[in-house]
């Protein structure tokens, strides 16, 4: 049976230097996992620079782990191919140490930030969910959360949920989830752009209930309104915008396991580079959930998928680090 150890994410530490950071990464897209799902796929990883590397691994993934782009996709929406069992077994031992499986739990008992990414429905629901759960049983303690969506229109699929029955967009999903981990009513403060929903749409609710901490749920403008939709980076800059990032402030962010890697990395670029805060990234707990995984959100091809995510974004780093040393 195929067992590696377990890679470390680059981390990200308050009054964040990037010193370190590019050997961090090197770490994780040439460590024993990364190279023998290369070699499974009937390569060999070649012993080069980070940027180099980066470069390679984005693309032989984008020819043999990149399925999304046959048709431009959402996740759910893969037609997923067919794995022996032994490439099945290596896939998820390759994917556990690279830090895609395991959920996490935090590292310190208090943050300034709690951030709830959002995704497809069930697990804006999950998310928020195991959220509420840190702060409810006193696992952190927080003084606000954000949970952290866009107008991406919700497929038929996802509103066959009963709690998302009624919504139509992922900030909604946020919204359900948020009130019901929380048990909020109204919001306080409602704030929107002006007009029908676009790619340069946003929004803002703000909750306050006794016992809780204050929190907002975001929809955010796309960065590149004329090519696509929001994605997680212009998620993490428009709630940067509203807040007043400290060099001392501990940033939690909370998503699925599965896609730490790649929102770990990308939080990095986006927030500990321009305020050089801290951050830390962790996965909800399957098992405390009360709405089950989709049958195929663990499947081998979501997880070759996410390590394609992860080198993406790493090699985006990458490139704002080298940009940062130029500057």
């Known amino acids: 049976m195929a067992s590696f150890a377990a890679v470390a994410l680059p981390t990200c530490e308050p009054n964040f230097r990037p010193q370190g950071v590019a050997e961090e990464i090197h770490g994780w897209i040439s460590s024993a996992p ?24 984005d693309a032989f993934s984008d020819r043999h782990w990149d399925l999304r782009k046959q048709g431009r996709v959402e996740r759910d929406q893969v037609k997923a191919p067919s794995f022996d069992s032994a490439r099945t077994e290596l896939i998820l031992a390759a994917a556990t140490a690279l830090r895609l499986v395991n959920p996490g739990r935090p590292s310190h008992p208090a ?15 999950q998310r928020t969910e195991y959220a509420a759960h840190l702060v409810r049983d006193g696992v952190v303690v927080v003084p606000e959360l954000a949970a952290l969506g866009s107008f991406r229109p919700l497929t038929k699929a996802e509103t066959t949920l009963p709690a998302l029955a009624t919504s139509r967009y992922e900030v909604d999903a946020m919204d359900v989830g948020v009130r019901m981990g929380f048990g909020l009513e109204d919001p306080l403060l409602r704030e929107s752009s ?6 340069q749409s ?30 997680t980076p212009d998620t993490y800059e428009f709630w940067a915008r509203r807040v007043s990032l400290r060099s001392t402030d501990r940033v939690l962010v909370v998503t699925s396991p599965i896609y730490v ?23 909800f707990d399957p098992g405390e959930a009360t709405i089950p995984l989709a049958p195929e959100a663990t499947s081998p091809d979501r997880y070759l998928q996410e390590i394609r995510s992860g080198i993406l974004s790493m090699r985006r780093l990458h490139h704002a680090l080298t940009e940062s040393v130029a500057a």
């Open 261 to 283: 890697p790649f929102q770990h990395t990308d939080a990095i670029r986006m927030l500990a580079m321009q305020y050089m805060c801290g951050i830390d990234t962790v996965g």
């Open 34 to 57: 990364m190279r023998a799902l290369v070699a499974e796929y009937g390569d060999t990883l070649p012993a080069a620079g980070v940027g180099e590397l980066l470069a390679w691994l």
């Open 111 to 125: 943050y300034d930030h709690l951030l709830v990414l959002g995704g497809l429905g069930r697990a804006c629901l």
């Open 194 to 199: 002006d007009g029908p929903v676009t790619h």
């Open 202 to 231: 946003w929004q803002a609710r703000t909750y306050q209930a006794a016992g809780c901490p204050k929190v907002h749920v975001l929809a955010a403008p796309s960065s590149e309104p004329e090519l696509r939709r929001a994605n």
